[in-house]
């Protein structure tokens, strides 16, 4: 049995190193896009990484609250929007990685829609409306409401 077991190591050696030598061939014919859309799909699939986003979405919320408390109290809000369009930076940022490593295919769940939905609104309340002269604050203010609809997304990573 000894005998037989050294006779074939040999042939399970070279069976080995053959295997090893296809996958390294296999992943050097990847090009330079495949395998940085690989890494960003680890990362973003990731559940450290819905933590973080989840986490960025609470602090959100948190100045989302504070302004609103603030509005209601009659004090100056201008700071929450410098920081409402640090989060949209933060998200459209998020959306982007998503895009790229899962590509618009991405859209077929209804998360990632949500996520697009809020991004536009958000860059078309925050970024757009604002530098239009015809445009109407108290109307774009009142669109951003559906920023709470972010709350859904810490559903998702709990």
Not at 44 to 51: G, N, R, T
Not at 53 to 61: C, D, E, K, V
Not at 90 to 115: M, Q, V
Request: proline residues 1%.
């Amino acid at each position: 049995l000894r005998e037989t077991t050294m006779a074939r190591l040999p042939i399970l050696l070279a069976e080995v190193l053959r295997d090893q030598e296809a996958t390294s061939k296999e992943f050097s014919e990847l090009t330079r896009w495949q395998r940085i859309q690989g890494t960003l799909a680890r990362i973003v699939d990731s559940l450290a990484f819905e933590y973080l986003t989840g986490g960025i979405i609470f602090a959100n919320m948190i100045v989302i609250g504070a302004e609103a408390e603030m509005a209601l109290l009659g004090r100056d809000t201008t700071w929450a929007t410098e920081i409402e369009r640090s989060f949209l930076a933060i998200y459209t940022f998020e959306l982007l990685l998503r895009i790229c490593a899962g590509g618009f295919g991405i859209f077929k769940s209804a998360w990632s829609c949500l996520d697009l939905f809020l991004v536009v609104v958000g860059i078309i309340a925050l970024i757009v409306a604002p530098s239009l002269e015809s445009s109407h604050g108290d109307e774009w203010e009142r669109v951003l409401i559906v920023r709470g609809l972010r709350l859904l997304r810490l559903a998702r990573v709990l």
